[in-house]
């Protein structure tokens, strides 16, 4: 199937290809910057972070390492309850390590703040953390992301390694589903 057929069970497409590509490219000069002659270690959370992690490290003139973190929410249906189980743990020892988490979407803060303070309690140098999207308005607590690349509505989004029911992660934009689509 054609990227552009599954385009139409979007209602709306927020983000295309180019603006994320442009954001991301932005991003990675400050994060170059900030992280100059250092070795960082790039945590990516799966399955929605693949896109951003792969889109993001190339970019990146840095010495890099990447490693993976698979996570899962307990509670009802898609809300976030802050209680988290790891599936897949790191193979990195963290001590002494600039680690930076890099995140598909920050939705309530839940997942994100819950594994901000696992990390750090292993001894790393720093722990930071790089989205690619944030709702401001679903924010139940308050999370420090230092690279943030796009603030959006408050509304349910697939595409770019987001999926409803495991699908549209592909999609190299990112938008809302349109309702006809759960039927
Ligand atoms: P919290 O609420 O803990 O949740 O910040 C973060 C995780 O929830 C998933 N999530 C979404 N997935 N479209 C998706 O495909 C969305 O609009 C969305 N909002 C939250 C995602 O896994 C994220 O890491
Ligand atoms: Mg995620």
């Known amino acids: 199937m054609e990227s552009s057929d599954i385009e139409g069970d979007l209602e709306e497409i927020l983000l295309t290809e180019e603006q994320i590509r442009d954001r991301l490219s932005e991003l990675s000069r400050v994060i170059e910057a900030d992280y100059a002659g250092e070795d960082l270690l790039l945590v990516g959370v799966l399955k ?27 509670g009802s249906g898609t809300e976030s309850s ?39 309690s292993r001894g790393p140098e720093s722990v930071e953390v790089c989205a690619l999207l944030r709702k ?32 549209y992660r592909n999609l190299r934009s990112v938008g809302i589903l349109a309702p006809h689509v759960y039927g």
């Open 136 to 167: 401001p308005q679903a924010a139940r607590v308050n999370v420090d992301v230092k690279y943030v690349g796009f603030d959006i509505p408050n509304k349910f989004v697939v595409g770019y390694g987001l999926d409803y029911a495991e699908r």
């Open 48 to 74: 929605g972070a693949v896109m951003v992690m792969a889109d993001l490290a190339r970019e990146l003139r840095l010495r890099v390492t990447m490693d993976w973190m698979a996570v899962s929410s307990y």
């Open 82 to 120: 802050g209680v988290v189980r790891i599936l897949k743990d790191l193979d990195t020892d963290l001590t002494d390590r600039k680690v930076l988490i890099v995140e598909d979407i920050i939705d309530s803060g839940l997942t994100l703040s819950w594994l901000l303070a696992n990390l750090n």
